[in-house]
C-alpha cells in the first residue's frame, strides 16, 4: 500500500496516537469546543457529537446537538411531530429498517439492512485505507459502499458483494471484471457538488499508483468530462444499460443524477431506460474538491428535490417500481428519516462517514499533500494516519448510533418499518423559527 | 473589442500576484509553552531519542516548522485544518483573526473579501473540497439557484465543451430591422454597436478612491481584457492623460452641466456615459446632440439609478439605447429593494413595451461575487459594470459601512504599484468569466447572450420551498414568501 517515499513509522505512531486521544477528547467538552470547528451546515457540535458516536455507537449524553445543523433551511426547518408517549410503539418493539433496493419484480432482489450505503468516492480523491474502511463497515452492516470513479483496488475483491461500481465519464479503471463484480452497477451522470461540471483530479494526486489503478499517465490531470459523450437521450442510456446487463446480467443499476429544475423527469427517463436505483445527489454535500461557485449556486438542494421525484413518481405510477436513494447534505440519523419521510426510500452517505474518521470540514482537500488527517490524499505517508480497521470500528459506530436512533424516531411515530415512513410528510412538521 | 476576421480564441493571462498591502492572518494560533516543553521532554524519554520522530510536527503547513518550532507558531502559514489542536486539545488553540473577519463591511462580507481576494492573487476558481459550508438559502442572490443539463453539453467539441462557450456581449443600439434599398444598400442608420469579449466592464471608481493611478490601472486592465473603463473626465486634465492611457477602452463619464468638458476630450471615444443621475428627468436631448455631431461613431449610455421604469420608456422615446441602471453597493435601490428585483423590473419594462432586444441593461450595485454575474444576467442584465470587487481586488480597506457611492470611504493602499494592479484586475476578470463558463457549460448553453432574461433557468428558494414543503404542518405562506 505504500510507494515511493519512505516513512518514518514511530512519527506516524505517535501522531496517531494523539489524534485519536483528541477524536475522544474533544467531544466531553472538556475543554469547550475548538473555537474554529464547523460551519452553518456542520456546527462543531455536530463534528463532535459525530466524533463522539464513531467513538461509542451512541448518540451523545451529553448537551451536545447531534440531529440538526445550523443552515436556517431545508432539513434544519424540519422536525418530526412525534406520537403522545401513550401512543407510541413500546421501547422493546422489533423496527425494521431494511429496505429493498430492486423493486422492479425483475432480477435479482437486494435488500440492505439499514436505509443508507456509502456514496462513491474513488481511490485517488481518497486514500486505499478510507477504502477499505469504508467496504469493512458496509460488509459488517449488509449495506454497501461504492468505488468512485478511480478504479477498484485488488484489496476490495474480498469485499465485492458490498461494493457499488462507479462508471462515470472518463471510465478511469472500468474493466469488464469490476463490472462482473459488482451486486450494482451506478452510472454517474452528474454529482451534486459539481452539477454539469464534470471531475477533475489534480496530477499531484495522480501518483504511480493512482495512475496504474486509472490506467493513466502518473502525475498528469485527470479529466472526466462532462456529460457521457455517448448519451444524448434516455435511449442513449438504455444501451449503456444493455452494455452492463451483458457483461454482469445479475446486475442492478443505478443512475446517479444531480438535481437540475427537471430533476422528475429525469428519474422517469432513468426509470424506462431500465434503471432500478435512481439517486439524486443534491447540491451541498459532497466530498471531493469541487469549484466553490458550484456548490452553491448550481442545481437544486436535496430536501427539495426529493418530494419532487417522489411525486412525480407517484403521479406517474411507478413509483413503487424504482428505488430513490438520495445523497448531498445527509449529516444525521434524523436527516436520514426526513429525507425517506419526504419521500426517498433510502440515503447515500459520505461526509458523515468521513468525519467518523476524523475529518474537520476545514476544506484542505486539494491544498499540497492532500488531507492532513489522511483522508483525501494519496500521500503515502498521510494515508497511514488512517488504519482500515480503526476507520471501519468508527464507522460501524455510527451506523450503529444512527440505526438505534432511526429505531427510536419510528418507534415514536408508531411506524414498525422504515418503509412506511416513505412520503409521509404529515409526520413533519415546519419550524417557523 | 472589435470585430476581427480571423477567429481568435479569446484569452486573458492570469499570473499569480501575490497581496501588496500584508492582510490579517486568518487564523490566530496560540500554544502554551509550558505543555509543549513538558511534551516534548516526555517524548524524548518514550521515544527513546529518536529525534525524528520527536520533532515530527502536526502541522504540515508550515507553522510550526519556523526555528523554535511551536515555541514561536508562524500564524501566517495557518489554513486552520485543526489537526494540531485535535492532537493537542490543551496545548493549541486555533481561532478565527477577528481582524480578518472585520474586512470589507456588513454586505461585502469577509468571507467575499477572502473570495476576491484568492481570485485576484490566483486568477484561479476557488476550489475546495468537503462541500458546502454556509447558509441554506436566504436573501437575495442566495435564495436562487441556476438550473443545469444532465446530458446536454455546449459543445461536443473540447472536454468539457466549455472551451468554446461564447461570452461575448453587444453593447450599443441594436435595431430589429435594417432598411435596404433596391440596389441592397442599408439607407436606414448604421447602429451604433460594439462587442466586448466578457460580461463585464469596470465602473467609475467612487471619490474617495480615486486617483490618477487607480484611473490608469482600470483603464490598462480594462484594455488588455477588450473591456471598457468608465471613468469621470475632470476638465483639462483628459488632454494630458489620454495621451498615456489606451483610449479605446476609457468610456468617459460626464455630469449633467460638465458638457463642456467633452470638447476637451483629445480622442474619439467608444462610448460615453452621461450621469443623470442628478435629475434624471432633465432634458438632456441637446447634450446627446452635441456629442453625436461632435462624435458620430460613438455609443451613447445613459446613468440612473433603476428605481423609475417608466423613465427608461421615456428614454428610449428620445432614442436612448444603453442603460447603466445603478444600486448602491449593498445591492438596494433608493426604495429599499434588492438590485435582483430591480433588474427584473427593468427587464419586464422593455420586454412589454417590446423593445427589449433593441436596449443594452448594464448594471451596476451589489453584484459582488463570480455567481452575482450569471445570475444578474439571468435576472434580465446585458452585462455588468464591476465596482466594489474592483477595489477589493486592489485591497482597498472599507471605512464604516460602504453602501452609499457618493459617500463611502474607500482607503486604497499607498503607492499601488501599476503593474500589480493591472494585473490583480486581469486575475479577476478572468476567474469571474472562468466561474461564467461553468455556470452556461452545466446548463448547456454555448454564448452569454443566451442567457439573458432567461428566468426559467433559474430556481428561487421561495418557489422550491412552497412546491416541496407547503403541505407540511406548520409551513406558512409567509414562510415561503
Ligand atoms: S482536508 Fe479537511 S475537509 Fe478535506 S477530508 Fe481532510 S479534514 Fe476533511
Ligand atoms: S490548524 Fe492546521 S494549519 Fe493551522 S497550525 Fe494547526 S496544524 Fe497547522
Known amino acids: 500500500m505504500t510507494e515511493e517515499i519512505q516513512v518514518h513509522l514511530p512519527a506516524i ?75 407510541q410503539l413500546p421501547p422493546d418493539a422489533e423496527v425494521d429498517l431494511a429496505i429493498p433496493l430492486n423493486s422492479s419484480g425483475f432480477g435479482r432482489e437486494i435488500e440492505i439492512a439499514v436505509p443508507w ?60 471484471e469490476t463490472i462482473q463484480h459488482a451486486p450494482i452497477v451506478e452510472f454517474k451522470y452528474a454529482q451534486g457538488a459539481k452539477p454539469g461540471l464534470g471531475g477533475h483530479l489534480l496530477g499531484d494526486k495522480t501518483t504511480v499508483t493512482v495512475a496504474k489503478m486509472r490506467e493513466s499517465v502518473p502525475w498528469v490531470s485527470l479529466f472526466s468530462p462532462f456529460p457521457f459523450h455517448s448519451v444524448y437521450s434516455v435511449e442513449d442510456h438504455r444501451k449503456h444499460v444493455d452494455w452492463v446487463k451483458t457483461i454482469n446480467p445479475e446486475a442492478l443499476v443505478s443512475v446517479k443524477v444531480s438535481t437540475p429544475t427537471d430533476v422528475d423527469m429525469v428519474a422517469v427517463g432513468s426509470f424506462y431506460a431500465g434503471a432500478h436505483i ?50 448531498g447534505g445527509v449529516r444525521t440519523a434524523y436527516d436520514i428519516a426526513k429525507a425517506i419521510a419526504l419521500g426517498a426510500d433510502g440515503v447515500v452517505l459520505g461526509t458523515a462517514e468521513l468525519i467518523a474518521i476524523g475529518c474537520t470540514r476545514c476544506s484542505n482537500c486539494e491544498r499540497g499533500r492532500g488531507c492532513p488527517f489522511g483522508l483525501t490524499t494519496t500521500d503515502p505517508e498521510l494515508s497511514l494516519l488512517i488504519d482500515p480497521q480503526w476507520g471501519a470500528k468508527r464507522i460501524s459506530n455510527l451506523n450503529a448510533s444512527y440505526a438505534k436512533q432511526l429505531r427510536d424516531i419510528l418507534r415514536r411515530l408508531g411506524l414498525k418499518s422504515i418503509r412506511d415512513l416513505r412520503g409521509r410528510t404529515d409526520l413533519l412538521v415546519y419550524l417557523n423559527t | 473589442m472589435a470585430t476581427t476576421n480571423s477567429y481568435q480564441r479569446y484569452h486573458i493571462d492570469t499570473i499569480p500576484t501575490p497581496d501588496f498591502v500584508p492582510w490579517p492572518n486568518k487564523f490566530d494560533v496560540k500554544v502554551n509553552r509550558p505543555q509543549l516543553a513538558k511534551l516534548l521532554i516526555s517524548e524524548i524519554i518514550h521515544l527513546k531519542g529518536d529525534m525524528k520522530a520527536v520533532t515530527s ?231 446627446i446632440s452635441s456629442i453625436q455631431s461632435q462624435f458620430p461613431d460613438t455609443i451613447i449610455a445613459v446613468r440612473l439609478p433603476y428605481d423609475d421604469p417608466d423613465n427608461l420608456l421615456k428614454l428610449y422615446e428620445i432614442g436612448v439605447r444603453v442603460f447603466h441602471l445603478f444600486a448602491d453597493f449593498h445591492g438596494r435601490g433608493q426604495d429599499g429593494r434588492f438590485v435582483l428585483d430591480l433588474i427584473r423590473e427593468a427587464h419586464l419594462t422593455f420586454v412589454e413595451a417590446g423593445t427589449r432586444d433593441e436596449v443594452t441593461l448594464i448594471g451596476s450595485g451589489g453584484i459582488i461575487a463570480a455567481e452575482h454575474v450569471p445570475k444578474a444576467i439571468i435576472t434580465g442584465l446585458d452585462l455588468i459594470a464591476l465596482d466594489t ?80 414543503f407547503a403541505e407540511i404542518e406548520g409551513y406558512l405562506v409567509e414562510a415561503g414568501d
Not at chain 1, 485517488?124 to 467496504?135: D, K, P
Not at chain 1, 451541498?284 to 412525480?312: D, L, Q, R, S, W
Not at chain 2, 496545548?91 to 467575499?112: H, K
Open chain 2, 389 to 468: 470587487p474592483l477595489l477589493v481586488a486592489l485591497q482597498a480597506q472599507f471605512e464604516g459601512d460602504c453602501a452609499n457611492r457618493k459617500t463611502s470611504q474607500f482607503a486604497m493602499p499607498k503607492n499601488l504599484p501599476l503593474d500589480w494592479g493591472i494585473q490583480r484586475l486581469k486575475n479577476l476578470t478572468a476567474t469571474w468569466r472562468d466561474q461564467l463558463l461553468e455556470i452556461l457549460g452545466a446548463m448547456g448553453l454555448r454564448e452569454v447572450r443566451r442567457l439573458r432574461g432567461e428566468i426559467g433557468r433559474a430556481m428561487f428558494q421561495v418557489d422550491l420551498e412552497r412546491e416541496a
Open chain 1, 278 to 327: 435512481v439517486h439524486l445527489d443534491g447540491s451541498y454535500g459532497g466530498t471531493g474538491a469541487a469549484p466553490e461557485i458550484a456548490k452553491k449556486n448550481i442545481a437544486m438542494p436535496i430536501e427539495f428535490a426529493i418530494p419532487k421525484v417522489h411525486k412525480y413518481l407517484q403521479s406517474e405510477n411507478i413509483r413503487d417500481e424504482i428505488t430513490v436513494m438520495a445523497s
Open chain 1, 117 to 176: 450505503y456509502g456514496g462513491g468516492m474513488s481511490f485517488g480523491s481518497v486514500s486505499e485505507q478510507v477504502m477499505l474502511a469504508r467496504s469493512m463497515a458496509a460488509k459488517e452492516w449488509g449495506t454497501f459502499t461504492c468505488t468512485g470513479e478511480g478504479g477498484y483496488p485488488d484489496s476490495l475483491v474480498e469485499f465485492k458483494d458490498h461494493i457499488i461500481t462507479q462508471i462515470a465519464t472518463g471510465m478511469f479503471g472500468v474493466r469488464e
Open chain 1, 13 to 87: 505512531e505517535k501522531h496517531v496516537e494523539h489524534l485519536r486521544q483528541g477524536f475522544s477528547y474533544w467531544p466531553t467538552l472538556e475543554n469547550g469546543m475548538p473555537p474554529a470547528l464547523g460551519d452553518y451546515r456542520w456546527p462543531a457540535e455536530l463534528i463532535l457529537s459525530t466524533w463522539y458516536q464513531a467513538g461509542t455507537g451512541e448518540p451523545p449524553v451529553n448537551e451536545l446537538e447531534y440531529r440538526s445543523g445550523d443552515s436556517g433551511g431545508g432539513f434544519d426547518k424540519l422536525d418530526f411531530k412525534f406520537l403522545p408517549e401513550g401512543d
Open chain 2, 57 to 287: 510536527r502536526p502541522c504540515m503547513y508550515g507553522t510550526f516548522s519556523g526555528p523554535i518550532g511551536g515555541f514561536a507558531p508562524r500564524p501566517e502559514h495557518c489554513v486552520g485544518c485543526l489537526r494540531c489542536t485535535v492532537q493537542h486539545p490543551k496545548m493549541v488553540t486555533i481561532t478565527r483573526n477577528a481582524d480578518r473577519e472585520r474586512l470589507g463591511d456588513s454586505y461585502f462580507t469577509s468571507a467575499y473579501v477572502d473570495a476576491v481576494s484568492y481570485e485576484a492573487d490566483t486568477g484561479s476558481i476557488p476550489v475546495k473540497g468537503a462541500g458546502y459550508r454556509g447558509k441554506f438559502g436566504g436573501e437575495g442572490w442566495d435564495g436562487m439557484w441556476t438550473d443545469m443539463s444532465e446530458i446536454v453539453r455546449p459543445t461536443r467539441d473540447g472536454i468539457h465543451g466549455r472551451e468554446f462557450i461564447s461570452t461575448v456581449v453587444d453593447i450599443g443600439e441594436k435595431p430589429s430591422y435594417l432598411i435596404f434599398n433596391d440596389n441592397g444598400e442599408i439607407t436606414s442608420a448604421k447602429p451604433r454597436i460594439l462587442s466586448i469579449p466578457v460580461p463585464f466592464i469596470y465602473d467609475a471608481p467612487p471619490a474617495s478612491a480615486a486617483s490618477s493611478t487607480l484611473n490608469e490601472i482600470l483603464a490598462r486592465a480594462a484594455s488588455e481584457t477588450q473591456t471598457l473603463a468608465v471613468m469621470p473626465i475632470d476638465g483639462d486634465e483628459w488632454s494630458v492623460v489620454s495621451d498615456q492611457l489606451p483610449v479605446q477602452s476609457i468610456v468617459p463619464l460626464i455630469k449633467l452641466g460638465d458638457e463642456s468638458t467633452i470638447e476637451h476630450l483629445g480622442f474619439t471615444p467608444s462610448m460615453v456615459e452621461i450621469d443623470i443621475s442628478d435629475d434624471p428627468n432633465s432634458n438632456f436631448q441637446n447634450l
